[in-house]
């Protein structure tokens, strides 16, 4: 079966450092992958989707990047966060783009102070 | 432009009461509908989808949809609400076009009273 994991589970950081949060599939081959940001008691805001390895689309021009160095890897990565990088990042996959059912991983919960 | 509205941000029902949470659509195509639920500090699960058929879906934990083309609805019930079903309920819609992306709607926080 498949599974996806999410890590850190929880990261408190400090404005300007640095950000890499790491999200891993198994079980499946060549899946889309996306990247989502919850704000508190808003909903989910796309922020980077791959459909293959080194593929990435940014759905918001942010100071954010994601990368896929292999083909279940996908990372969100910062250079400097800003106060307004906090939220609850969640990692999903699917078979299909679009029209199939997405795969959540835990969440990772990022403060940035 | 594909979207999804959710027009209640958060509901109140009874345990044991009936819960209807409403979702609607627009796109531009055959739309592929989803519902999803979130607990505190959780990821999404799946609670059922409809992409074509009888437009009456059923899905996990007892609950179920119903799309309705005229409306661009496709609203999530439940007969009997659990104190367990207090979460977070997301409607989302994709197809195959608009680069074959999934809107979310804003979710409906749902709380239950004893």
């Known amino acids: 079966s498949q599974t996806i994991h999410q890590w850190p589970a929880t990261l408190v950081q400090p404005v300007g450092s640095p950000l890499s949060l790491e999200c891993t599939v198994e079980?499946?081959?060549?899946?889309?992958l996306y990247w989502y940001r919850q704000a508190a008691g808003r909903g989910l805001q796309l922020l980077f989707y791959?459909?293959?390895?080194?593929?990435i689309s940014s759905e918001v021009p942010q100071n954010l990047s994601a990368s896929r160095p292999q083909d279940r890897q996908f990372i969100l990565s910062s250079k400097k966060l800003l106060l307004s990088d906090s939220g609850f990042y969640l990692c999903?996959?699917?078979?299909?783009?679009?029209?199939?059912?997405?795969?959540f991983g835990p969440g990772t919960r990022l403060t940035v102070l | 432009a594909q979207s999804v509205t959710q027009p209640d941000i958060h509901i109140t029902v009874s345990e044991g009461a009936s819960l209807e949470l409403r979702c609607n659509y627009s796109?531009?195509?055959?739309?592929?509908l989803f519902w999803y639920v979130q607990s505190p500090g959780q990821g999404l699960q799946l609670l059922l989808k409809?992409?074509?058929?009888?437009?009456l879906v059923q899905g996990i934990k007892g609950f179920e949809a119903e799309f309705k083309r005229s409306q661009s609805s496709f609203n999530l019930r439940k007969p009997s609400v659990h104190w367990s079903d207090a979460a977070e309920y997301f409607c989302?819609?994709?197809?195959?076009?608009?680069?074959?992306?999934?809107?979310f709607g804003a979710g409906t926080r749902l709380f239950v009273k004893a």
């Open positions: 999903a996959w699917s078979e299909l783009a679009g029209i199939d059912t997405q795969y």
């Open positions: 079980g499946t081959s060549n899946p889309n």
């Open positions: 791959s459909v293959g390895i080194g593929q």
């Open positions: 796109y531009g195509a055959t739309p592929y």
């Open positions: 409809y992409f074509s058929g009888d437009t």
């Open positions: 989302a819609v994709g197809g195959n076009t608009g680069g074959f992306k999934t809107i």
